[in-house]
């Protein structure tokens, strides 16, 4: 009995110390936020003397940070449907329709996970400027709206569906698109859900992409915007904390609504058969 | 930081090709006289000014647009992260705005692509209204010319932290004033566990010491002197006299470590003492102010200034834009609001930077204002991001005791004279 006990504790002191690790960092940065003028901010100090939600408020008259993040909530929403949508029709597409080049098409999307987007910045950019679309928020979208990663992640969510359950639909007449709209859609849900997920959090993460297409305020997303926080010669640590906070708000709401669908898509792959 | 550095390098290759192709077809028929109408629509572009001092730059748009009728400034601002990439993008595309705040070493690959005005031919009388010491930054060495209006001017004491000198038993009020005393107070301070400096040398600091860092179009700081420079460095790191993150560390996160109190000692600028009073209270009740340590008598300057790309559409314009921006009554105000200094050759005879009211900011900017007068821009403007990558690299590598000081400073010389080709 003892020795259990005993591995029991290790185990749980283990899984505190990641715990520490993983948001310690986190909560250090929301204590930074809601200190006052005068305390150390470059000292782990997790207990402000002077709580504040001034911080906060301050932010949003240093820069419209309603605007920047209403961009934002816009381009991430779009990102969300073009990826469920498109990245669905195509994972589709590669997994059960049969036409030629079929595995040559899955290789090419798979392939393109590897470029760096550093690489391919200059000439998206010089793309972007030929359709007339630099400084806009459509010109932010586009480049991310169908990603490869997501199409092979439901490419794979679908080649997990038994083929014997589509033939049998064959059989009864359905056509592609009735089979796609109300057999295979409804079981990759937990993949879709992880697909949005994934949508949402990379386009309101992106911050380089924004940047260089974007020069007009009024349209910035809120990575950048924020990034006005950092003044060039003086900036104030409990803003840059405070605006960090309210960035990442909306990501871990998201997060905690979906997760029971989050983790059920993650192994969805694996548990269906 | 890494992301940055790395799109340095991919971005220089498309700029030269795609950029000479848009650069020349659109600008040398049309309007590459400085010399026409100053009317029209131009578009302004800042480094990172939003929005601490935005009044500041829409008045100096407003008075330039009462001064000169018809005229429309639109002024942007660009966050400092990403600068690099969203200026070289926006040059691949032969895009860039008509006036644009770049430092010298963004300057010098945009001037060596041939995108940017030449000062010195299009307005010749511009040169005498500057530093002689900040206008040469601008300047392409070798190739003649000047491509910017230097903006303001940048340098600083060096801050310590009077506490942690005490606590190892050296004298507080004796920081050190050479290398060799800096050296022996380090070695001193690492016996009681406490790190003197946060970053390894930075190629400023290999010119304060009076190393020649390029010469003949070839960087060349790998000579006896420099090697000798990274031996000392190499001795502090043994005991402890760097921290272990001095290896990747920037300025920035060097001055983060001074705040924490893990450093004792850390080269900073005027305004630092407002962000030692705001952000490190417990810091700057100990804090001490002592003179720049360097062999050469020069101290190091920053510097920033604002240039026009040929592919300006309304060139006359942003050349008269860009020299308002840039006169002494405009510097003079914006150095006082920002505590920083102006780069006009009048600008530091203004009394605010001459006399000192008692106040510890003020004791600071009159002995910058001072030391300025000699400063260097120790930086050579071909010392590009990815060169600075590869001598910290090269340089972490040496601390470790991987390569001796010898070879780590000539493998570092022998990529940067690669990048420079």
Same mark, same amino acid.
């Given at each position: 009995m003892k020795p259990a006990h005993y591995k029991l504790a290790l185990r749980y002191l283990g899984l505190l110390s990641i715990l520490a690790i993983s948001i310690g960092p986190f909560l250090w940065q929301f204590a930074t936020s809601i200190k006052g003028p005068g305390e150390d901010v470059f000292v782990p100090d997790f207990i402000p003397d002077d709580p504040t939600f001034g911080n906060y408020a301050a932010v949003a008259e240093v820069v419209p940070v309603w605007t920047f993040a209403l961009n934002s909530l816009g381009v991430a929403g779009v990102n969300v449907i073009t990826n469920c949508l498109g990245a669905a029709m195509a994972g589709y597409a590669l997994a059960r329709l049969k036409f030629k080049g079929r595995r040559f098409a899955a290789v090419i999307?798979?392939?393109?996970? @590897?470029?760096?987007?550093?690489?391919?910045?200059?000439? @998206?950019?010089?793309?972007?400027?030929?359709?007339?679309?630099?400084?806009?928020?459509?010109?932010?979208?586009?480049?991310?709206?169908?990603?490869?990663?997501?199409?092979? @992640?439901?490419?794979?969510?679908?080649?997990?569906?038994?083929?014997?359950?589509? #033939?049998?639909?064959?059989?009864? +007449?359905?056509?592609?698109?009735?089979?796609?709209?109300?057999? &295979? $859609?409804?079981?990759?849900? /937990?993949?879709?859900?992880?697909?949005?997920?994934?949508?949402?959090?990379?386009?309101? =993460?992106?911050?380089?992409?924004p940047l260089v297409v974007l020069s007009d305020q009024q349209k910035y997303t809120l990575t950048i915007g924020l990034a006005y926080l950092q003044?060039?010669?003086? !900036?104030? !640590?409990? $803003?840059?904390a405070a605006g960090t906070i309210i960035a990442v708000l909306p990501l871990i709401l998201l997060f905690l609504l979906l997760q029971k669908h989050f983790f059920r898509g993650v192994g969805e792959g694996a548990i269906k058969g | 930081m890494k992301r940055r550095t790395f799109l340095a390098g991919l971005v220089a290759l498309p700029i030269t090709s795609s950029v000479a192709g848009c650069g020349l077809s659109s600008n040398t028929a049309s309007n590459s006289s400085a010399s026409g109408q100053v009317t029209g629509?131009?578009?302004?572009?800042?480094?990172?000014?939003?929005?601490?001092?935005? =009044?500041?730059?829409? /008045?100096?748009?407003d008075a330039f !647009? *009462?001064?000169?009728?018809?005229?429309?400034? *639109?002024?942007? =601002?660009?966050?400092?992260?990403?600068?690099?990439? *969203?200026?070289?993008?926006? &040059?691949?595309?032969?895009?860039?705005?008509?006036?644009?705040?770049?430092?010298?070493?963004?300057s010098f690959p945009l001037a060596k692509a041939g995108q940017l005005v030449n000062l010195d031919e299009s307005l010749k009388d511009a040169k005498p209204e500057y530093l002689e010491n900040a206008w040469q930054a601008f300047e392409i060495p070798g190739k003649g010319g000047c491509y910017g209006f230097p903006w303001y001017l940048n340098t600083g004491p060096i801050f310590y932290n009077k506490a942690l000198f005490t606590q190892a038993g050296l004298d507080p009020n004796k920081p050190p004033t050479n290398f060799k005393e800096l050296e022996q107070q380090a070695l001193q301070l690492a016996q009681k566990k406490v790190a003197m400096l946060g970053q390894t040398p930075s190629i400023a600091d290999f010119g304060l010491y009076g190393v020649k860092v390029f010469e003949n179009d070839k960087f060349t700081f790998n000579e006896p002197k420099g090697v000798e420079f990274v031996e000392t460095y190499k001795r502090m790191y043994d005991v402890g006299a760097l921290i272990p993150e001095a290896l990747t560390q920037n300025y920035t996160g060097a001055g983060a470590k001074f705040m924490a109190q893990q450093t004792a000692l850390n080269p900073g600028s005027a305004y630092d003492l407002g962000k030692f009073k705001t952000d490190a209270p417990s810091l700057y009740a100990n804090i001490g102010i002592t003179k720049p340590i360097t062999n050469t008598g020069s101290a190091n300057m920053? $510097?920033? /200034?604002?240039?026009?790309?040929?592919?300006?559409?309304?060139?006359?314009?942003?050349?008269?834009? +860009?020299?308002?921006?840039?006169?002494?009554?405009?510097?003079? %105000?914006?150095?006082?609001?920002?505590?920083?200094?102006?780069?006009?050759?009048?600008?530091?005879?203004?009394?605010?930077?001459?006399? #000192?009211?008692?106040?510890? #900011?003020?004791?600071?900017?009159?002995?910058?204002?001072?030391?300025? %007068?000699?400063?260097?821009?120790?930086?050579p403007v071909q010392f590009s991001d990815q060169m600075r990558e590869a001598l910290l690299q090269q340089l972490a590598d040496a601390m470790l005791g991987k390569k001796s000081a010898k070879q780590a400073l000539d493998d570092a010389v022998a990529e940067c004279n690669r990048l420079l080709k």
């Open positions: 999307f798979a392939s393109s996970i @590897l470029v760096p987007f550093e690489a391919i910045l200059i000439s @998206l950019f010089l793309v972007m400027r030929g359709l007339g679309l630099t400084n806009t928020l459509t010109g932010v979208v586009l480049p991310g709206s169908i990603a490869a990663l997501n199409v092979l @992640l439901l490419r794979n969510a679908f080649l997990a569906l038994p083929a014997e359950v589509e #033939e049998a639909a064959v059989i009864d +007449g359905a056509n592609a698109w009735q089979r796609f709209t109300r057999l &295979a $859609l409804p079981s990759v849900k /937990g993949t879709l859900v992880v697909v949005a997920l994934f949508s949402f959090m990379f386009s309101w =993460d992106d911050f380089l992409w003044g060039t010669f003086v !900036q104030n !640590q409990r $803003l840059v | 629509e131009i578009t302004f572009q800042t480094w990172s000014l939003k929005p601490k001092y935005t =009044d500041y730059v829409n /008045g100096v748009i !647009q *009462k001064q000169h009728q018809g005229t429309t400034v *639109k002024w942007v =601002d660009q966050p400092a992260d990403g600068y690099l990439a *969203k200026v070289m993008a926006d &040059a691949s595309a032969g895009s860039l705005p008509d006036v644009i705040n770049v430092p010298p070493d963004l920053f $510097l920033h /200034g604002v240039s026009v790309p040929k592919s300006s559409k309304n060139q006359a314009t942003a050349l008269a834009f +860009g020299r308002f921006v840039t006169n002494a009554e405009n510097q003079v %105000k914006f150095a006082k609001l920002a505590s920083i200094f102006p780069s006009t050759s009048k600008g530091g005879d203004d009394p605010y930077f001459t006399t #000192e009211d008692g106040s510890d #900011e003020a004791r600071v900017r009159v002995a910058a204002a001072k030391q300025l %007068k000699t400063a260097v821009n120790y930086t």
